[in-house]
């Protein structure tokens, strides 16, 4: 069972910017997985932001974080990444880590497998 763990979250000022990782725990590999991200204000549902696939071929993004948000991996080093630019208030929340076997499937948190403990991200002056 594949275990995953967020880091980099944090507090950042209205037009900041985070890098979010997702690593795999000790023993685990995400070379064979699709890897999304995903996040959740309090009151609000999960919403699906990302995915990239397991070559990175096909990558995946919601329409709230196009062109603010770039996702990437490296196989080598067991991460996947979530590089957040021009950061709003909107974007506070729990960001969240989830795999699934090789492609990508949208943004519907029920289609994937693993999740990780999530990391807060506030944004805010």
């Known amino acids: 069972q594949v275990q995953l763990v967020e880091s980099g979250g944090g507090l950042v000022q209205p037009g900041g910017s985070l890098r979010l990782s997702c690593a795999a725990a000790s023993g685990f590999t995400l070379r064979s997985y699709a890897v999304g991200w995903f996040r959740q204000a309090p009151g609000k549902e999960r919403e699906g932001l990302s995915c990239?696939?397991?070559?990175?071929?096909?990558?995946y993004y919601a329409d709230s974080v196009k062109g603010r948000f770039t996702i990437s991996r490296d196989n080598a080093k067991n991460t996947v990444y979530l590089e957040m630019n021009t950061l709003k208030p909107e974007d506070t929340a729990v960001y969240y880590c989830?795999?699934?076997?090789?492609?990508?499937?949208?943004?519907?948190?029920?289609?994937?497998?693993?999740w990780g403990q999530g990391t807060q991200v506030t944004v805010s002056s």
């Open positions: 990239i696939s397991s070559s990175a071929i096909s990558t």
């Open positions: 989830a795999s699934r076997p090789f492609y990508c499937s949208g943004p519907n948190p029920n289609n994937y497998d693993h």
